[in-house]
């Protein structure tokens, strides 16, 4: 078993927190782990990737070859755009919908989402819709986490012991909005698929979403300890 | 990641290290009194992992804490690296790939001295240009100055060839070199570690001081010292376990560093390719015969310059073999090593993907907002609107981004402390107004110098230093002065009080700072305009100090 994911969004968007969390989570399960990130200037709003690999046997190179990602997990629309060409052909798209328009050409938002949603497996999310609904503006990244959560075959309750690690300095009510974004993100993947197989488009199953009541998300959603 | 996986009665525990952090570790267990640096992407990480683990409740326990104080520069780190290892201590210094250029003149003249406690120099160079201006390959610079080198290809490579080299270092009398590549520098991977390393090593100090005191006689003696050394370099390299030779089918790859990961993923463990893997220089030049007469072809693959390549094909090739690689367009020579590149060279097919290349315009970096950069540039960019011959030389760091629109005010940036000198150099060459753009801990780094003839030769320039009190483009680390007494180090220098203006780059202040910007470049002689207000990052409670 080797699992590949890249992961994608623009600097200050957290994505090395989210490499943090897979590569954790992995070593608490004694997967060997390789992962790889670009950092230097592209802290200051450009473009932030790292390549995370896990596996039972041993993984001879930091980088993904293009074509062998599994995932693509991205914070932003056009970030997970510019990495598809390491995914799998049969491969998933997880992105969130909400974009940063900080350079000049900025594609069109809707085109874009056409784009993804051509892949069979995928998942578009409003992260900045969801990270309100968990209570903290911060944790889009963990939303998108959360959504990826069952391509990686890592179960919700693995990623709460890293999330606590990796936040309990900022206080308990970080983590908590951390595990509550992790999980509604893990649901509103699903009622995003439920929404696709129902036979509706991307844009008509991201509405849906956004028209949820906001209790909607709880509790079931949204406890720690569930969904695992 | 701090919680590792301990391994009953082993002695040994697994972490997750980034392969500088595995560099770090591995000279904290090897007994290192000391790491040196300054701040460069991507080697900040091996100094950080160190200065963090003082701190952190792994110290104490009897283990003594590291000396991981950054550096004024390159040089300096070096030298006070070479001077611990004089007092009989051993010594970690590192740096990216062009600060070996600034630490040049100690690092070859260490191959003289040679070492006493061990001395390993870690330099990561950066092939692809990820946040460098070039991607010189630090090999041939080991090659200059003589001294072995280690070229990890995985995190657990570096950790060992680290505790390896100090002891290599001390057996030789001689400076090691361990090559990283960003690749490896910034990625993480399992690492088996040792559960405790060495406290403090202790070897005494130097017996004969005329060893490390390069007048000409002893240099000459030291010089015959280090060339008599390189046949037993040679053999250590030939016997090393790290330059692993394996024969099978007439097509070979020689393959260093990382670039054997990149070959496995591709041909698997039980290839038909001869594999000769070479991770310990010089090169051993046997193990490459039994491989070259072995083969009909043979790929050569590394991150970086054709440095085995173009040995081993030398000026007139080798009759009746093929040998492939960046001088023959198998591979690009420019640019980073990927697995697809090794893949396209070795003739395979690349994976079937999705999309076969991304279209997507490309996310250039930009000041953050809330830059006080922004505020100084805004203010120097309208004055210079009235004075279209003026050039603005630039300098290395976040401010690098002024050379971007909206600014575009910067016209060069070549290497630490450049701007000063070369603004002098223009100013005598006919340019006005000749201006400097530089940080505070750039100029710091190398513009002390340029700046001291400026002043006492009162060149008409204008030199701005965007004095933002730390080194932020790698992360923020703590600058080595600031406030007044940065003021006075200028003043020291010779820069007449008159001339030496502060600013405090902030939209309310734009209209005060455009009159003296105008007053200081209508000045006729030199003028230092300091342009002070913190970064925002590090003002950002939680931010590191």
């Known amino acids: 078993m080797i699992k590949n994911t890249v992961l994608a969004g623009v600097g200050g968007q957290g994505i090395l927190s989210i490499a943090y969390c897979i590569c954790k989570a992995a070593l608490n399960r004694d997967y060997q782990i390789k992962q790889s990130e670009v950092h230097g200037m592209a802290q200051r709003g450009g473009n932030v990737e790292s390549h995370v690999r896990f596996s039972d046997d041993s993984i001879p190179s930091g980088l993904i070859p293009q074509g062998k990602a599994d995932v693509i997990i991205a914070v932003e629309p056009v970030e997970a755009l510019r990495h598809e060409n390491y995914l799998k052909p049969d491969g998933c798209i997880v992105s969130s919908i909400s974009p940063i328009k900080n350079f000049n050409n900025y594609p069109d938002p809707k085109k874009l989402l056409e784009r993804i949603a051509q892949a069979k497996d995928h998942v578009l999310l409003n992260s900045k819709h969801l990270a309100k609904v968990a209570g903290n503006p911060r944790v889009e990244n963990i939303i998108i986490l959360g959504a990826a959560s069952d391509r990686l075959g890592l179960g919700l309750n693995e990623f709460d012991t890293v999330l606590e690690e990796l936040f309990s300095a900022k206080g ?49 959603a949204a406890t720690p300890g569930k969904g695992g | 990641m701090n919680s590792a996986k301990h391994e009953q009665g082993s002695g040994m525990k697994t972490e997750i290290l980034l392969g500088d952090e ?20 991507p080697a900040t990480e091996i100094l950080e992992y160190l200065a963090k683990w003082n701190q952190g409740s792994q110290a104490g326990n009897g283990r ?65 240009m990820h946040s460098s201006q070039n991607e010189q390959d630090s090999r041939f610079y080991a090659q200059f100055a003589q001294i072995p080198v280690y070229e990890p290809s995985d995190q657990q490579e570096a950790y060992y060839m680290t505790l390896e080299a100090f002891e290599q270092s001390e057996r030789l009398g001689l400076p090691i070199m361990i090559r990283l590549v960003t690749r490896l520098a910034h990625s993480r991977g399992n690492v088996k570690v040792l559960e405790h390393g060495k406290n403090e090593v202790t070897v005494g100090v130097v017996g004969n001081p005329s060893d490390w005191t390069l007048m000409p006689a002893n240099a000459r003696r030291r010089f015959q010292r280090l060339v008599d050394a390189g046949p037993k370099l040679q053999s250590l390299a030939e016997e090393s376990t790290h330059n692993v030779l394996k024969l099978a089918g007439r097509k070979g ?10 070959v496995l993923e591709n041909v698997g463990p039980a290839t038909d390719f001869s594999i000769l893997r070479i991770t310990q220089y010089p090169l051993p030049v046997n193990k490459i015969r039994q491989l070259v007469e072995h083969c009909d072809e043979i790929t ?10 173009s040995q081993l094909r030398g000026v007139l090739q080798i009759p009746g073999k093929a040998i492939n690689g960046k001088h023959t367009g198998h591979l690009p020579m420019t640019g980073e090593l ?122 008409n320039m204008t030199v701005f230093i965007l004095d933002n009190s730390t080194v932020a483009m790698t992360g923020g ?21 008159e001339h030496l203006r502060t600013i405090v780059p902030l939209p309310k202040s734009h209209e005060k700072n455009v009159r003296i910007i105008r007053e200081e470049i209508e000045h006729k002689g030199l003028s230092v305009i300091i342009s002070a207000r913190a970064c925002i990052q590090i003002r950002k409670p939680g931010a590191k100090k």
């Open chain 2, 477 to 497: 680390q703590e600058a080595l002065i600031g406030g007044d007494k940065f003021i006075q180090l200028v003043k020291g220098l010779g820069v007449d009080p």
């Open chain 2, 64 to 128: 003594k804490p590291v000396v991981a104080d950054w550096s004024a520069n390159e040089k300096v780190a070096y030298e006070e690296a070479l001077g611990m290892s004089y007092a009989g201590k051993r010594a970690l210094v590192s740096m990216k790939h062009v600060g070996l250029n600034v630490a040049a003149d100690p690092f070859i003249n260490s191959a003289l001295t040679g070492a006493n406690g061990g001395l390993v120099l870690v330099v990561a160079d950066d092939p692809g």
């Open chain 2, 253 to 262: 790859i020689i393959c260093s560093g990382i670039a054997y990961g990149y």
């Open chain 2, 338 to 459: 990927t697995p697809e590149l090794v893949r396209k060279a070795l003739g395979m097919e690349l994976h079937k993907s999705r999309v076969q290349e991304s279209d997507l315009g490309s996310r250039p970096p930009r000041l953050c907002t809330g830059c006080p950069h922004i505020d100084s540039y805004n203010a120097l960019v309208e004055v210079l609107e009235s004075y279209p011959n003026a050039v603005v030389f630039g300098d290395i760091g976040c401010y690098t981004l002024g050379a971007l629109p909206p600014y575009s005010a910067i016209q060069s940036c070549v290497d630490m402390g450049a701007s000063i000198g070369m603004a002098r150099g223009a100013a005598l060459g006919g340019v006005h107004p000749s201006c400097v753009v530089i940080g505070d801990s750039t100029f710091t780094h190398s513009g002390l110098s340029g700046l001291l003839g400026a002043a006492n030769h009162n060149t």
């Open chain 1, 172 to 220: 308990e009510k970080v983590v908590q909005a951390n595990q509550r974004a992790l999980r509604i993100g893990r649901r509103a993947a699903e009622i995003y698929r439920e929404s696709l197989a129902k036979g509706q488009g991307p844009h008509t199953a991201l509405e849906h979403l956004e028209q949820l009541p906001e209790n909607a998300w709880d509790p079931e």
């Open chain 2, 22 to 41: 595995a560099i770090a570790l591995g000279a904290l267990h090897a007994g290192i009194a000391g790491v040196f640096s300054y701040p460069g992407t």
């Open chain 2, 300 to 309: 050569v693959m590394e991150d970086g310059y054709p440095f085995i390549e």
